[in-house]
């Protein structure tokens, strides 16, 4: 685009002239240097180009050596090497160095000014894909992040819900509480113990918390009975392991918990229940 800053490089000064007046009369700046180290001199002063235009043979420091120079410094910036026809193999050895094209000698304006404007055009375009990975980049990690909190606010809303189990139990049954607690410390120090992973070790532990909530369902004679149970009231009492599984089961994130509960009063001989 018009007023894009371009440095021409050529150790002929009135090629540069030349070069230079075809591309003012397109609109476009041009800065001239004699020599490969004179152009990486400006180069390296924090002057700014949009593209560098350099001559393939120049007595100090070629084009190829400044090419090499200036993609180690300024990688996104685009060279086009000018160079005579018997000197192509050198202009594809370029390009395979990183220049982005290459004019022959001699040249017409429009020949110039179409490589210049592919070059410019590549730059841009290479410009906005580069912000567009960047800013992807930054809604990625934008997005993880929220992800992240959402999962600890879920996480969070996972320990209030059994809380609230476990508050609710208490006030059926003080005693159920205190056992409720031994028993969910003894699961996770033996489920480490074994080398248990973590989301295991988390399973265990809401089974063994949530263990006695099927008592929710058992009536208040007969489960604040001081007495010995009758076997009626023994029959209704052992309902409280399937009556907790289906509690637990209707709430997705303790469909596994669940499972625990459901089995906590079997034992591997078959005398347990409710599955015996």
Known sequence: MPNDRILVVDDEETIREIVSSMLGGAQFQSRQAASGAEALSILDSGEEFDLVLSDLMMAEMDGIALLERSKERFPDLPVVMVTAVHDLSIALQALRNGAYDYLLKPFERDQLL??????????????????????????????????????????????????????????????????????????????????????????????????????????????????????????????????????????????EPAEIVHAHQEFFDGSGYPRG
């Not at 996480?155 to 028993?183: P, Q």
């Not at 265990?204 to 058992?218: E, N, Q, V």
């Open 114 to 255: 179409a490589t210049v404007r592919r070059a410019l055009e590549h730059r841009r375009l290479k410009r906005e894909n580069d912000a567009y990975r960047t800013n992807l980049e930054a809604l990625v990690t934008a997005r993880t992040q929220q992800w992240k909190t959402a999962l600890a606010e879920l996480k969070e809303s996972y320990d209030i819900t059994l809380a609230a189990f476990g508050d609710t139990l208490e006030l059926k049954d003080a005693e159920t509480l205190g056992h409720t607690r031994r028993v969910t410390a003894y699961a996770i120090a033996i489920a480490h113990k074994m080398g248990v992973s973590k989301e295991e070790v988390d399973v265990i532990a809401r089974g063994a918390f949530l263990h006695d909530i099927g008592k929710l369902a058992i009536p208040d004679e007969i489960l604040k009975k001081p007495g010995k149970l009758t076997a009626a009231e023994t029959a209704i009492m052992r309902e409280h392991a399937y009556s907790g599984y289906k509690i637990l089961s209707k709430i997705r994130f303790l469909a």
